[in-house]
Protein backbone atom coordinates (compact mmCIF):
# COMPACT_ATOMS: atom_id res chain seq x y z
CA UNK A 1 0.00 0.00 0.00
CA UNK A 2 1.11 3.50 -0.74
CA UNK A 3 1.56 5.26 2.17
CA UNK A 4 -0.40 8.63 2.94
CA UNK A 5 1.77 11.36 2.64
CA UNK A 6 1.41 13.83 5.53
CA UNK A 7 0.36 17.70 4.83
CA UNK A 8 3.03 19.99 4.68
CA UNK A 9 3.17 21.77 7.66
CA UNK A 10 3.01 24.95 5.98
CA UNK A 11 -0.33 24.39 4.36
CA UNK A 12 -2.78 25.31 7.57
CA UNK A 13 -5.76 25.71 5.55
CA UNK A 14 -6.51 21.57 3.54
CA UNK A 15 -7.26 24.07 0.31
CA UNK A 16 -6.32 26.45 -1.66
CA UNK A 17 -9.39 28.59 -1.31
CA UNK A 18 -7.53 30.96 1.06
CA UNK A 19 -4.79 31.94 -1.98
CA UNK A 20 -7.25 34.42 -3.68
CA UNK A 21 -4.53 35.02 -6.88
CA UNK A 22 -7.45 36.95 -8.69
CA UNK A 23 -5.00 40.10 -6.54
CA UNK A 24 -2.19 39.55 -9.41
CA UNK A 25 -4.18 39.94 -12.33
CA UNK A 26 -3.88 43.12 -14.62
CA UNK A 27 -6.50 41.80 -17.01
CA UNK A 28 -9.58 39.51 -16.52
CA UNK A 29 -11.27 36.72 -18.31
CA UNK A 30 -14.91 36.60 -19.46
CA UNK A 31 -17.42 34.68 -21.26
CA UNK A 32 -19.13 36.35 -23.79
CA UNK A 33 -21.35 35.64 -26.89
CA UNK A 34 -20.07 37.73 -29.95
CA UNK A 35 -21.41 38.01 -33.63
CA UNK A 36 -19.61 35.60 -35.88
CA UNK A 37 -18.40 37.68 -39.45
CA UNK A 38 -20.78 35.27 -40.83
CA UNK A 39 -23.54 36.99 -39.22
CA UNK A 40 -22.14 40.79 -39.77
CA UNK A 41 -22.66 39.72 -43.90
CA UNK A 42 -25.60 38.24 -43.67
CA UNK A 43 -28.11 40.13 -45.07
CA UNK A 44 -30.77 39.17 -43.52
CA UNK A 45 -29.07 39.09 -39.89
CA UNK A 46 -28.97 35.33 -39.56
CA UNK A 47 -27.68 33.79 -36.38
CA UNK A 48 -25.71 31.01 -38.61
CA UNK A 49 -23.41 29.78 -35.99
CA UNK A 50 -26.22 29.07 -33.49
CA UNK A 51 -28.69 27.68 -36.26
CA UNK A 52 -25.21 25.88 -37.60
CA UNK A 53 -24.45 24.05 -34.13
CA UNK A 54 -28.55 22.52 -33.81
CA UNK A 55 -28.40 20.99 -36.90
CA UNK A 56 -24.96 19.41 -35.90
CA UNK A 57 -26.52 18.42 -32.64
CA UNK A 58 -29.15 17.10 -35.61
CA UNK A 59 -32.27 19.01 -34.42
CA UNK A 60 -33.16 20.41 -37.44
CA UNK A 61 -36.51 21.63 -36.12
CA UNK A 62 -34.65 24.34 -33.87
CA UNK A 63 -32.32 24.84 -36.56
CA UNK A 64 -34.78 26.10 -38.59
CA UNK A 65 -36.81 28.12 -36.06
CA UNK A 66 -33.83 30.02 -35.55
CA UNK A 67 -33.25 30.37 -39.40
CA UNK A 68 -36.41 31.17 -39.77
CA UNK A 69 -35.96 34.62 -36.96
CA UNK A 70 -34.99 36.83 -39.36
CA UNK A 71 -35.99 34.76 -42.70
CA UNK A 72 -39.05 32.75 -43.80
CA UNK A 73 -37.14 31.41 -46.89
CA UNK A 74 -34.31 29.09 -45.91
CA UNK A 75 -34.93 26.31 -49.01
CA UNK A 76 -35.01 29.51 -51.05
CA UNK A 77 -32.16 31.30 -49.68
CA UNK A 78 -30.16 28.19 -50.18
CA UNK A 79 -30.61 27.91 -54.02
CA UNK A 80 -30.40 31.53 -54.62
CA UNK A 81 -28.62 33.73 -51.69
CA UNK A 82 -25.66 35.65 -53.49
CA UNK A 83 -24.04 34.14 -49.66
CA UNK A 84 -21.53 37.46 -48.58
CA UNK A 85 -21.68 35.15 -44.93
CA UNK A 86 -19.13 32.57 -46.66
CA UNK A 87 -17.04 35.79 -48.57
CA UNK A 88 -17.06 36.31 -44.73
CA UNK A 89 -16.28 33.34 -42.73
CA UNK A 90 -13.27 32.53 -40.47
CA UNK A 91 -12.96 29.29 -41.97
CA UNK A 92 -11.67 30.87 -45.49
CA UNK A 93 -8.90 32.62 -43.95
CA UNK A 94 -8.14 28.18 -42.15
CA UNK A 95 -9.06 25.80 -45.45
CA UNK A 96 -12.04 26.67 -47.07
CA UNK A 97 -15.34 28.69 -46.13
CA UNK A 98 -18.11 26.53 -44.58
CA UNK A 99 -20.75 26.08 -47.17
CA UNK A 100 -23.93 27.98 -45.74
CA UNK A 101 -25.75 28.66 -48.26
CA UNK A 102 -26.38 24.28 -49.13
CA UNK A 103 -26.51 23.69 -44.84
CA UNK A 104 -29.65 25.71 -45.20
CA UNK A 105 -30.90 24.83 -47.88
CA UNK A 106 -30.98 21.33 -46.29
CA UNK A 107 -32.33 22.73 -43.33
CA UNK A 108 -34.91 24.58 -45.43
CA UNK A 109 -35.85 21.74 -47.30
CA UNK A 110 -36.23 19.08 -43.87
CA UNK A 111 -38.97 21.74 -42.68
CA UNK A 112 -40.84 21.61 -46.35
CA UNK A 113 -40.54 17.68 -46.16
CA UNK A 114 -41.93 17.17 -42.59
CA UNK A 115 -44.06 20.07 -43.29
CA UNK A 116 -43.58 22.34 -39.95
CA UNK A 117 -45.02 25.40 -40.27
CA UNK A 118 -45.34 29.07 -38.58
CA UNK A 119 -47.39 30.52 -35.97
CA UNK A 120 -48.71 33.83 -35.62
CA UNK A 121 -47.90 36.06 -32.84
CA UNK A 122 -50.19 34.50 -29.93
CA UNK A 123 -51.55 37.63 -28.83
CA UNK A 124 -53.51 39.93 -31.37
CA UNK A 125 -52.34 43.41 -31.66
CA UNK A 126 -53.75 46.64 -32.53
CA UNK A 127 -52.83 47.63 -35.99
CA UNK A 128 -53.31 46.47 -39.37
CA UNK A 129 -50.74 47.27 -42.07
CA UNK A 130 -51.16 46.87 -45.87
CA UNK A 131 -48.46 45.62 -48.11
CA UNK A 132 -48.14 46.31 -52.05
CA UNK A 133 -46.37 43.71 -53.82
CA UNK A 134 -46.09 40.40 -52.53
CA UNK A 135 -42.53 39.47 -53.82
CA UNK A 136 -39.39 38.63 -51.42
CA UNK A 137 -39.36 41.91 -49.68
CA UNK A 138 -43.61 42.37 -49.00
CA UNK A 139 -43.66 39.13 -47.96
CA UNK A 140 -40.65 39.11 -45.21
CA UNK A 141 -42.56 41.97 -44.32
CA UNK A 142 -45.94 40.30 -44.07
CA UNK A 143 -44.57 37.25 -42.04
CA UNK A 144 -42.51 39.09 -39.36
CA UNK A 145 -45.65 41.53 -38.81
CA UNK A 146 -47.72 38.33 -38.66
CA UNK A 147 -45.38 36.99 -35.85
CA UNK A 148 -45.83 39.85 -33.85
CA UNK A 149 -49.73 40.13 -33.95
CA UNK A 150 -50.63 42.49 -36.33
CA UNK A 151 -53.26 42.33 -39.24
CA UNK A 152 -51.65 42.49 -42.89
CA UNK A 153 -53.05 42.22 -46.27
CA UNK A 154 -51.26 41.97 -49.15
CA UNK A 155 -51.92 43.28 -52.38
CA UNK A 156 -50.10 41.49 -55.38
CA UNK A 157 -50.50 42.97 -58.85
CA UNK A 158 -49.77 39.45 -60.56
CA UNK A 159 -51.68 36.53 -60.62
CA UNK A 160 -49.43 34.65 -58.12
CA UNK A 161 -47.15 35.83 -55.36
CA UNK A 162 -43.28 35.52 -55.79
CA UNK A 163 -42.53 38.57 -57.64
CA UNK A 164 -38.81 38.34 -58.70
CA UNK A 165 -38.71 34.88 -57.42
CA UNK A 166 -41.54 33.65 -59.65
CA UNK A 167 -41.12 36.07 -62.79
CA UNK A 168 -37.35 35.97 -62.84
CA UNK A 169 -35.84 33.16 -61.41
CA UNK A 170 -35.83 30.27 -63.53
CA UNK A 171 -37.05 26.85 -62.43
CA UNK A 172 -33.79 25.32 -63.22
CA UNK A 173 -32.36 27.29 -60.31
CA UNK A 174 -35.49 27.45 -58.05
CA UNK A 175 -37.61 24.48 -58.01
CA UNK A 176 -41.42 26.16 -58.23
CA UNK A 177 -42.88 23.56 -54.93
CA UNK A 178 -40.19 25.01 -53.17
CA UNK A 179 -41.50 28.57 -53.94
CA UNK A 180 -44.83 27.84 -53.27
CA UNK A 181 -44.42 25.57 -50.66
CA UNK A 182 -42.57 28.63 -48.45
CA UNK A 183 -44.48 31.00 -49.63
CA UNK A 184 -47.90 28.97 -49.01
CA UNK A 185 -46.59 29.09 -44.97
CA UNK A 186 -46.72 32.72 -44.72
CA UNK A 187 -49.92 33.08 -46.39
CA UNK A 188 -51.06 30.43 -43.72
CA UNK A 189 -50.10 32.69 -41.19
CA UNK A 190 -53.51 34.86 -41.88
CA UNK A 191 -52.53 36.81 -44.29
CA UNK A 192 -54.89 38.10 -46.36
CA UNK A 193 -53.88 38.41 -49.77
CA UNK A 194 -55.40 39.94 -53.25
CA UNK A 195 -53.55 38.77 -56.47
CA UNK A 196 -54.06 40.13 -59.53
CA UNK A 197 -54.91 43.73 -58.09
CA UNK A 198 -52.51 45.78 -58.99
CA UNK A 199 -52.15 49.43 -57.39
CA UNK A 200 -51.24 52.03 -59.92
CA UNK A 201 -52.35 55.18 -59.17
CA UNK A 202 -51.69 58.29 -56.86
CA UNK A 203 -55.41 57.98 -55.73
CA UNK A 204 -55.10 54.58 -54.82
CA UNK A 205 -51.92 54.55 -52.59
CA UNK A 206 -53.90 57.45 -50.86
CA UNK A 207 -56.61 55.44 -50.37
CA UNK A 208 -55.11 52.74 -49.13
CA UNK A 209 -52.82 54.56 -46.57
CA UNK A 210 -56.22 56.19 -45.24
CA UNK A 211 -57.77 52.69 -44.68
CA UNK A 212 -54.39 51.21 -42.88
CA UNK A 213 -52.36 52.27 -40.17
CA UNK A 214 -49.54 52.13 -41.66
CA UNK A 215 -48.20 51.38 -45.47
CA UNK A 216 -45.25 49.33 -46.43
CA UNK A 217 -44.36 49.25 -50.13
CA UNK A 218 -42.07 46.63 -52.26
CA UNK A 219 -43.14 47.04 -55.70
CA UNK A 220 -39.75 46.38 -56.91
CA UNK A 221 -38.11 47.96 -59.85
CA UNK A 222 -40.39 47.61 -63.07
CA UNK A 223 -38.67 49.92 -66.08
CA UNK A 224 -36.54 48.27 -67.97
CA UNK A 225 -32.89 50.15 -68.67
CA UNK A 226 -32.40 50.15 -72.27
CA UNK A 227 -29.82 50.77 -74.80
CA UNK A 228 -30.11 53.61 -76.82
CA UNK A 229 -28.27 52.70 -80.19
CA UNK A 230 -31.36 49.95 -79.99
CA UNK A 231 -35.11 50.43 -81.48
CA UNK A 232 -36.98 48.37 -78.63
CA UNK A 233 -39.86 48.44 -81.48
CA UNK A 234 -38.15 45.72 -83.73
CA UNK A 235 -39.09 42.37 -83.16
CA UNK A 236 -35.80 41.60 -82.84
CA UNK A 237 -35.04 43.40 -79.55
CA UNK A 238 -36.55 42.19 -76.20
CA UNK A 239 -35.90 42.98 -72.73
CA UNK A 240 -34.74 40.15 -70.64
CA UNK A 241 -37.08 40.64 -67.74
CA UNK A 242 -40.19 40.09 -70.55
CA UNK A 243 -37.68 37.18 -72.03
CA UNK A 244 -37.57 35.67 -68.78
CA UNK A 245 -40.78 36.14 -67.64
CA UNK A 246 -42.35 34.51 -70.64
CA UNK A 247 -40.08 31.41 -70.58
CA UNK A 248 -40.85 30.80 -67.03
CA UNK A 249 -44.61 30.90 -67.84
CA UNK A 250 -44.03 28.59 -70.41
CA UNK A 251 -44.66 30.83 -73.03
CA UNK A 252 -41.57 31.97 -74.95
CA UNK A 253 -41.51 35.17 -76.94
CA UNK A 254 -40.34 34.04 -80.10
CA UNK A 255 -36.96 34.72 -81.48
CA UNK A 256 -34.63 33.78 -83.72
CA UNK A 257 -32.01 30.81 -83.78
CA UNK A 258 -29.44 32.64 -83.00
CA UNK A 259 -29.54 35.02 -79.79
CA UNK A 260 -27.10 37.73 -78.12
CA UNK A 261 -27.60 38.22 -74.45
CA UNK A 262 -26.55 41.97 -72.98
CA UNK A 263 -25.76 41.68 -69.09
CA UNK A 264 -23.33 40.52 -66.78
CA UNK A 265 -25.90 40.32 -63.77
CA UNK A 266 -27.39 37.43 -62.66
CA UNK A 267 -30.82 38.34 -64.82
CA UNK A 268 -28.77 38.22 -68.14
CA UNK A 269 -27.15 34.70 -67.44
CA UNK A 270 -30.74 33.74 -66.32
CA UNK A 271 -31.82 34.89 -69.52
CA UNK A 272 -29.01 33.32 -71.57
CA UNK A 273 -29.49 29.84 -69.78
CA UNK A 274 -33.25 30.07 -70.21
CA UNK A 275 -32.54 30.64 -73.55
CA UNK A 276 -30.27 27.84 -74.48
CA UNK A 277 -33.28 25.45 -72.62
CA UNK A 278 -35.87 27.03 -75.54
CA UNK A 279 -32.88 25.74 -78.20
CA UNK A 280 -31.37 28.64 -79.44
CA UNK A 281 -27.87 28.99 -79.55
CA UNK A 282 -26.83 31.67 -77.52
CA UNK A 283 -23.41 34.17 -76.73
CA UNK A 284 -23.33 36.43 -73.44
CA UNK A 285 -22.10 39.77 -74.64
CA UNK A 286 -20.62 41.27 -70.94
CA UNK A 287 -18.90 44.66 -70.32
CA UNK A 288 -17.27 43.42 -67.26
CA UNK A 289 -14.41 41.08 -67.24
CA UNK A 290 -15.68 37.70 -66.29
CA UNK A 291 -13.85 37.93 -62.54
CA UNK A 292 -16.06 41.11 -62.25
CA UNK A 293 -19.46 39.88 -63.58
CA UNK A 294 -22.35 40.71 -60.79
CA UNK A 295 -23.02 37.26 -61.21
CA UNK A 296 -22.24 34.40 -58.67
CA UNK A 297 -19.20 32.70 -59.91
CA UNK A 298 -20.70 29.67 -60.28
CA UNK A 299 -24.37 31.33 -62.41
CA UNK A 300 -21.28 32.14 -65.37
CA UNK A 301 -19.71 28.35 -64.65
CA UNK A 302 -22.65 26.36 -64.96
CA UNK A 303 -23.74 28.65 -67.98
CA UNK A 304 -20.30 27.75 -70.03
CA UNK A 305 -20.73 24.43 -68.87
CA UNK A 306 -24.04 24.83 -71.05
CA UNK A 307 -23.11 25.64 -74.42
CA UNK A 308 -22.98 29.61 -73.72
CA UNK A 309 -20.57 31.64 -75.62
CA UNK A 310 -19.13 34.13 -73.49
CA UNK A 311 -17.82 37.55 -74.38
CA UNK A 312 -16.66 39.56 -71.66
CA UNK A 313 -14.85 42.99 -71.54
CA UNK A 314 -16.63 44.16 -74.46
CA UNK A 315 -19.36 46.48 -75.47
CA UNK A 316 -22.30 46.76 -78.74
CA UNK A 317 -21.30 49.63 -80.75
CA UNK A 318 -24.03 49.61 -83.37
CA UNK A 319 -26.33 47.07 -85.08
CA UNK A 320 -26.73 46.54 -89.13
CA UNK A 321 -30.39 44.85 -89.96
CA UNK A 322 -29.53 42.64 -93.02
CA UNK A 323 -33.26 41.61 -93.00
CA UNK A 324 -33.90 37.63 -93.88
CA UNK A 325 -29.58 37.41 -93.33
CA UNK A 326 -29.99 38.24 -89.18
CA UNK A 327 -28.27 41.49 -87.80
CA UNK A 328 -24.38 41.94 -87.72
CA UNK A 329 -23.34 43.48 -84.32
CA UNK A 330 -20.67 45.57 -84.23
CA UNK A 331 -18.33 45.61 -80.76
CA UNK A 332 -15.73 46.73 -78.98
CA UNK A 333 -13.58 45.61 -75.97
CA UNK A 334 -13.60 47.97 -73.33
CA UNK A 335 -11.80 48.07 -69.63
CA UNK A 336 -14.33 48.57 -66.95
CA UNK A 337 -13.45 50.26 -63.80
CA UNK A 338 -15.95 49.72 -60.94
CA UNK A 339 -17.20 52.67 -59.02
CA UNK A 340 -17.74 53.73 -55.56
CA UNK A 341 -21.84 52.88 -55.43
CA UNK A 342 -23.58 49.61 -57.72
CA UNK A 343 -24.17 50.77 -61.18
CA UNK A 344 -21.54 53.35 -61.31
CA UNK A 345 -18.43 52.39 -63.29
CA UNK A 346 -16.06 54.17 -66.30
CA UNK A 347 -15.17 52.52 -69.43
CA UNK A 348 -11.95 52.83 -71.40
CA UNK A 349 -12.59 51.93 -75.65
CA UNK A 350 -9.50 48.89 -75.88
CA UNK A 351 -7.96 50.93 -79.32
CA UNK A 352 -8.15 48.92 -82.25
CA UNK A 353 -10.16 45.47 -81.06
CA UNK A 354 -13.44 46.19 -82.90
CA UNK A 355 -14.97 42.91 -84.10
CA UNK A 356 -18.28 41.80 -85.03
CA UNK A 357 -20.64 38.91 -84.43
CA UNK A 358 -23.96 37.32 -86.26
CA UNK A 359 -27.33 37.40 -84.71
CA UNK A 360 -30.87 37.29 -85.06
CA UNK A 361 -32.09 38.50 -82.35
CA UNK A 362 -30.69 40.89 -78.86
CA UNK A 363 -32.21 40.89 -75.73
CA UNK A 364 -30.79 42.84 -73.01
CA UNK A 365 -30.30 42.62 -69.28
CA UNK A 366 -28.58 45.46 -68.14
CA UNK A 367 -31.14 46.81 -64.64
CA UNK A 368 -34.38 48.23 -63.72
CA UNK A 369 -35.35 51.02 -62.51
CA UNK A 370 -38.09 51.51 -59.65
CA UNK A 371 -41.70 53.59 -61.75
CA UNK A 372 -42.38 56.29 -58.74
CA UNK A 373 -44.32 58.22 -60.47
CA UNK A 374 -47.36 55.47 -59.88
CA UNK A 375 -47.06 57.38 -56.41
CA UNK A 376 -47.59 60.53 -56.92
CA UNK A 377 -46.76 63.65 -55.28
CA UNK A 378 -45.70 63.57 -51.53
CA UNK A 379 -42.91 61.35 -51.86
CA UNK A 380 -39.13 62.53 -51.90
CA UNK A 381 -36.84 60.02 -54.06
CA UNK A 382 -33.20 59.98 -54.24
CA UNK A 383 -31.23 58.91 -57.09
CA UNK A 384 -34.08 57.03 -59.01
CA UNK A 385 -34.84 55.26 -55.74
CA UNK A 386 -37.83 56.14 -53.41
CA UNK A 387 -36.25 58.00 -50.59
CA UNK A 388 -36.09 55.98 -46.98
CA UNK A 389 -34.81 56.55 -43.86
CA UNK A 390 -32.46 54.27 -41.40
CA UNK A 391 -35.81 53.02 -40.18
CA UNK A 392 -37.41 52.36 -44.27
CA UNK A 393 -39.66 55.35 -43.44
CA UNK A 394 -40.68 57.21 -46.54
CA UNK A 395 -41.45 60.65 -46.44
CA UNK A 396 -44.93 60.51 -46.49
CA UNK A 397 -46.32 59.70 -42.89
CA UNK A 398 -46.58 55.76 -41.96
CA UNK A 399 -45.55 54.63 -45.55
CA UNK A 400 -42.32 52.75 -45.07
CA UNK A 401 -41.21 51.15 -48.54
CA UNK A 402 -37.87 48.47 -48.88
CA UNK A 403 -36.84 45.96 -51.26
CA UNK A 404 -35.77 46.75 -55.27
CA UNK A 405 -37.34 50.53 -54.68
CA UNK A 406 -35.44 51.72 -52.24
CA UNK A 407 -31.98 49.66 -53.14
CA UNK A 408 -29.40 49.13 -55.30
CA UNK A 409 -28.46 46.06 -53.49
CA UNK A 410 -30.47 43.69 -56.49
CA UNK A 411 -30.32 39.92 -54.52
CA UNK A 412 -33.23 38.60 -53.28
CA UNK A 413 -32.09 38.31 -49.67
CA UNK A 414 -31.73 42.31 -49.46
CA UNK A 415 -34.98 42.83 -50.15
CA UNK A 416 -35.89 40.12 -47.22
CA UNK A 417 -34.28 42.08 -45.16
CA UNK A 418 -35.17 45.11 -45.97
CA UNK A 419 -39.05 43.93 -45.62
CA UNK A 420 -38.00 41.83 -41.60
CA UNK A 421 -36.59 45.51 -40.88
CA UNK A 422 -39.45 47.88 -41.81
CA UNK A 423 -41.70 45.59 -40.02
CA UNK A 424 -40.00 45.98 -36.65
CA UNK A 425 -40.04 49.59 -37.52
CA UNK A 426 -43.41 49.55 -38.56
CA UNK A 427 -44.49 47.29 -35.60
CA UNK A 428 -42.85 50.01 -33.30
CA UNK A 429 -44.58 52.94 -34.55
CA UNK A 430 -48.01 51.21 -34.09
CA UNK A 431 -47.20 50.10 -30.65
CA UNK A 432 -46.39 53.64 -29.40
CA UNK A 433 -49.90 54.65 -30.98
CA UNK A 434 -51.82 52.24 -29.27
CA UNK A 435 -52.39 50.87 -25.52
CA UNK A 436 -50.04 47.31 -26.75
CA UNK A 437 -47.24 46.86 -23.94
CA UNK A 438 -43.82 47.84 -26.05
CA UNK A 439 -41.75 44.54 -26.91
CA UNK A 440 -38.65 44.62 -25.90
CA UNK A 441 -36.38 43.11 -29.00
CA UNK A 442 -34.04 40.20 -27.21
CA UNK A 443 -30.37 40.99 -27.96
CA UNK A 444 -28.56 37.57 -28.80
CA UNK A 445 -25.16 39.24 -28.81
CA UNK A 446 -23.08 41.04 -26.06
CA UNK A 447 -21.71 44.30 -27.25
CA UNK A 448 -18.58 42.61 -28.91
CA UNK A 449 -17.10 43.33 -32.03
CA UNK A 450 -17.24 40.47 -34.78
CA UNK A 451 -15.23 37.84 -33.64
CA UNK A 452 -11.61 37.41 -35.61
CA UNK A 453 -10.27 34.02 -36.70
CA UNK A 454 -7.18 35.12 -34.28
CA UNK A 455 -9.61 34.10 -31.75
CA UNK A 456 -11.05 30.77 -32.96
CA UNK A 457 -8.75 28.08 -31.11
CA UNK A 458 -7.99 26.56 -34.36
CA UNK A 459 -6.16 23.70 -32.81
CA UNK A 460 -9.22 21.91 -31.98
CA UNK A 461 -10.74 21.92 -35.82
CA UNK A 462 -8.54 19.81 -38.14
CA UNK A 463 -8.27 21.27 -41.87
CA UNK A 464 -11.21 19.49 -43.42
CA UNK A 465 -12.72 19.27 -47.12
CA UNK A 466 -15.33 22.03 -47.69
CA UNK A 467 -18.73 20.00 -49.07
CA UNK A 468 -18.53 20.11 -53.17
CA UNK A 469 -21.86 21.12 -54.89
CA UNK A 470 -23.69 18.32 -56.67
CA UNK A 471 -24.32 19.54 -60.24
CA UNK A 472 -26.66 17.69 -62.36
CA UNK A 473 -24.85 16.56 -65.62
CA UNK A 474 -25.02 19.47 -68.20
CA UNK A 475 -25.92 17.18 -71.34
CA UNK A 476 -29.35 16.40 -68.78
CA UNK A 477 -30.06 20.34 -67.89
CA UNK A 478 -31.10 21.34 -71.05
CA UNK A 479 -34.06 18.92 -71.84
CA UNK A 480 -35.88 19.71 -68.88
CA UNK A 481 -36.32 22.23 -66.14
CA UNK A 482 -34.99 19.87 -63.19
CA UNK A 483 -32.43 21.89 -60.84
CA UNK A 484 -28.90 22.18 -61.95
CA UNK A 485 -27.40 22.48 -58.12
CA UNK A 486 -28.36 19.33 -55.98
CA UNK A 487 -28.61 19.54 -52.48
CA UNK A 488 -26.73 17.84 -49.93
CA UNK A 489 -27.55 14.49 -47.88
CA UNK A 490 -27.87 14.16 -44.26
CA UNK A 491 -23.75 12.74 -43.98
CA UNK A 492 -22.76 15.37 -46.17
CA UNK A 493 -25.02 18.36 -44.23
CA UNK A 494 -23.81 16.82 -40.52
CA UNK A 495 -19.82 16.77 -41.64
CA UNK A 496 -20.79 20.18 -43.40
CA UNK A 497 -21.76 21.41 -40.03
CA UNK A 498 -18.54 20.23 -38.30
CA UNK A 499 -16.86 22.30 -40.17
CA UNK A 500 -18.11 25.33 -38.26
CA UNK A 501 -15.97 27.20 -35.89
CA UNK A 502 -19.75 28.19 -34.08
CA UNK A 503 -17.47 31.58 -33.57
CA UNK A 504 -19.13 33.71 -30.77
CA UNK A 505 -21.13 30.99 -29.91
CA UNK A 506 -20.42 28.43 -26.77
CA UNK A 507 -20.42 24.77 -27.69
CA UNK A 508 -19.82 24.25 -23.83
CA UNK A 509 -17.06 21.98 -24.45
CA UNK A 510 -15.46 22.69 -20.59
CA UNK A 511 -12.44 23.46 -22.01
CA UNK A 512 -12.39 26.44 -20.12
CA UNK A 513 -13.04 24.63 -16.67
CA UNK A 514 -10.77 22.09 -17.44
CA UNK A 515 -7.14 24.14 -17.99
CA UNK A 516 -7.94 26.98 -15.71
CA UNK A 517 -4.83 26.83 -13.36
CA UNK A 518 -6.83 28.26 -10.70
CA UNK A 519 -10.19 26.44 -11.41
CA UNK A 520 -11.65 30.07 -11.26
CA UNK A 521 -13.82 28.99 -14.38
CA UNK A 522 -17.05 27.57 -13.12
CA UNK A 523 -20.11 26.24 -15.72
CA UNK A 524 -23.68 28.25 -14.84
CA UNK A 525 -27.02 28.04 -16.26
CA UNK A 526 -26.35 30.31 -19.27
CA UNK A 527 -22.63 29.69 -19.89
CA UNK A 528 -19.75 30.57 -17.69
CA UNK A 529 -18.67 32.26 -14.71
CA UNK A 530 -14.84 33.63 -13.69
CA UNK A 531 -14.04 33.59 -10.39
CA UNK A 532 -12.66 37.25 -9.77
CA UNK A 533 -11.61 35.84 -6.16
CA UNK A 534 -9.07 33.55 -7.80
CA UNK A 535 -8.44 34.48 -11.46
CA UNK A 536 -5.16 35.78 -12.17
CA UNK A 537 -5.36 36.78 -15.69
CA UNK A 538 -3.15 34.48 -17.27
CA UNK A 539 -5.35 33.98 -20.15
CA UNK A 540 -5.34 29.80 -20.56
CA UNK A 541 -8.74 29.85 -20.74
CA UNK A 542 -8.94 32.21 -23.92
CA UNK A 543 -6.18 30.05 -25.80
CA UNK A 544 -7.81 27.12 -25.36
CA UNK A 545 -11.20 28.34 -26.27
CA UNK A 546 -12.45 26.83 -29.76
CA UNK A 547 -15.13 29.16 -30.31
CA UNK A 548 -13.78 32.35 -29.36
CA UNK A 549 -16.21 32.87 -26.59
CA UNK A 550 -13.76 33.75 -23.67
CA UNK A 551 -12.07 36.66 -23.83
CA UNK A 552 -9.46 38.71 -21.81
CA UNK A 553 -10.73 42.41 -20.85
CA UNK A 554 -8.24 44.51 -18.83
CA UNK A 555 -8.95 45.59 -15.48
CA UNK A 556 -8.27 49.07 -14.24
CA UNK A 557 -7.94 49.25 -10.76
Known amino acids: MNAVLPIPTTWTT ?3 EAVKTGTWRASLARHIKAPAPCHGACPVDGDIAEWIGLARARDFHAAWQVLARHNPFPSIAGRICHHPCETACNRA ?3 EAVSICKLERFVGDQALAQGWGFEAG ?6 HVAIVGGGPSGLSAAYQLRRMGFAVTLYEAQDELGGLMRYGIPAYRLARDVLDGEIARIVAMGVTVHCGHRIGSADEFTRLREQHDALY ?5 QRHKRLPMLDYTRPWVCDGASFLSGA ?7 LGRRLLVIGGGSAALDAARSARRLGHEVTLLALEQRAQMPAQAEEVLEALEEGITLLDGARLDAVSDAGANGLTLTCSKVSFVAGAERGQFTLTLVAGSGFSIEADAIVTSIGQDPDLSVLGQGFAAAGGLLQTDTQLATSSAGVYAGGDMA ?18 AIAAQLRRRSTDAATTAIAHYDDEPLVPL ?3 GTYYHPKRERAQTQLLD ?3 RLSRDAEVQLGLDLEQALAESERCFSCGTCIYCDNCVVYCPDMAVKRVDQGYAVLTDYCKGCGLCVKECPTGSMKMQEELR
Open 248 to 254: NAGQPIA
Open 122 to 127: ARPRSG
Open 14 to 16: GST
Open 407 to 424: SMARFVTEAVGMGQRAAQ
Open 93 to 95: GYD
Open 217 to 221: LALGA
Open 454 to 456: ASI
Open 474 to 476: AQD
